[in-house]
């Protein structure tokens, strides 16, 4: 099969993580016959730079006619220590999800064995933890409408969700969790929030579509203070944009890692897929930033082509690099010695193409010690 992948590389680390997920994708397109065809494209710090603009038109054309979006990271220092900056690099990406109707965030949190010890919570707590939060990603407070009083003295932020916004997402969440544990949580604010008070009536609703999941309620400030008592109660997690982007972000640490989590942005025609872990701009041209999130978020991408056997592939080479303690500093595992962004890539591709090779052939072609026959 033939498939055209726009990639957004973007900024920071961005460029980097993301050609560790091209690699894995040619091992794919070697070992399962596909072409996967790249269409670059420029977002963020580096489009304004570059055009003035953090989101080019073409940028936008490229993706409207790809079968999947590819991107890597957002931001640049330069914006963030300037709030009175009017163009700023996140301006794309929001715009680009309004653009594309890209409605319906999904993060998956797992906590995977060989690296429980990495986590800052006990192993008894998080041991078996498995969440994919779905966070509603093109309405609420972020795109609501913005005032600023003449006297700078006050702001105001509008959030505003219809029953249209809430029920596309909450099919998408409870269509999921029928392949799952057959549990949504609806996080919100129910008691205080006009908006939440309308998420859960209309979540209430669709679960009547659902009669084999279970539907449960929890308070957003209550299901902050869950997720580190308890995280393993926790299936699907429904949620609004705001209350979403804190939940998710909070959920990373349960994996030891931010840098292992992937997230993939769902339209009706369009779907984009990244890690969450942001430019990171410390480690940007240092070869040294974690590019497992970047490659799992490249195989949630075949899975959305339906591409299942694929995905699974890149999801073992994953746990086996985890396994045999190929990773970045920010992990380290069993080895002592980190490896390099382009090592642990260059790892995840040559598994997937001799994936037969034994564990212990792996480990010394890591060390340099021999190569693949």
């Given amino acids: 099969m033939k498939y055209t992948i726009a990639v957004i590389p973007g900024d920071g680390i961005g ?21 996967f065809l790249y269409e670059e494209a420029q977002m963020g710090a580096c489009a304004i730079e570059a055009t003035g603009n953090p989101l080019p038109d073409e940028t936008i054309k490229t993706c409207k006619n790809a079968d999947a979006i590819l991107f890597g990271a957002i931001g640049d220092p330069k914006y963030d220590k300037d709030p009175s900056a009017k163009v700023r690099p996140e301006q794309g990406l929001l715009k680009l999800r309004q653009t594309l109707g890209l409605f319906c965030n999904v993060r998956p949190v797992k906590a995977y064995d ?13 041991k078996g933890t498995d969440i994919a939060i779905f966070r509603e990603l093109t309405g609420g407070i972020y795109f609501g409408k913005k005032e600023v009083s003449e006297d700078g003295k006050s702001a105001f932020d ?22 799952r544990r057959k549990k949504v949580t609806l996080v919100d604010k129910a008691n205080v929030l006009e908006t939440s008070r309308l998420w859960r ?28 008592l308890n995280p393993k109660q926790f299936d699907v997690i429904l949620t609004e944009n705001l209350f979403g982007d ?6 990373s640490v349960i994996g030891g890692s931010i840098g292992l989590l992937a997230s993939s942005s ?3 025609r369009n779907a984009l897929f990244e890690p969450i872990h942001g430019s990171f701009p410390q480690a940007k041209g240092k070869d040294i930033a974690n590019p497992l999130a970047s490659i799992l978020s490249a195989a949630m991408m075949l899975e959305h082509l339906g591409l299942h056997e694929e995905a699974d592939a890149i999801e073992r080479a994953v746990e086996k690099s985890l396994l ?12 002592k010695y980190p490896a390099s962004t382009s090592k642990v890539g260059d790892f995840i591709a040559d598994y997937i193409s001799n994936q037969e090779d034994s564990n212990l052939n792996f480990k010394n072609i890591h060390m340099g010690q021999s190569t693949i026959i």
């Fill in 324 to 335: 045999l303690g190929i990773t970045t500093e920010d992990i380290k595992g069993k080895n």
């Fill in 201 to 228: 009536k209309t979540v209430t609703e669709i679960a009547k579509q659902y009669k084999d999941v279970k539907l449960e309620f929890l308070f957003v400030d209550n299901a902050a203070m869950q997720l580190i």
């Fill in 266 to 268: 769902l339209g009706k």
């Fill in 15 to 35: 460029p980097e993580v993301t050609n560790q997920a091209k690699k894995a994708l040619d091992a794919i397109a070697e070992v399962y016959d596909h072409i």
């Fill in 114 to 126: 060989s690296l429980i010890k990495n986590s800052p919570l006990k192993r008894e707590i998080i």
């Fill in 158 to 179: 509008g959030c505003s969700y219809d029953v249209e916004e809430i029920s596309r997402i909450s099919h998408l969440a409870f269509k999921t969790a029928q392949t």
């Fill in 246 to 251: 804190i939940i998710s972000d909070e959920a």
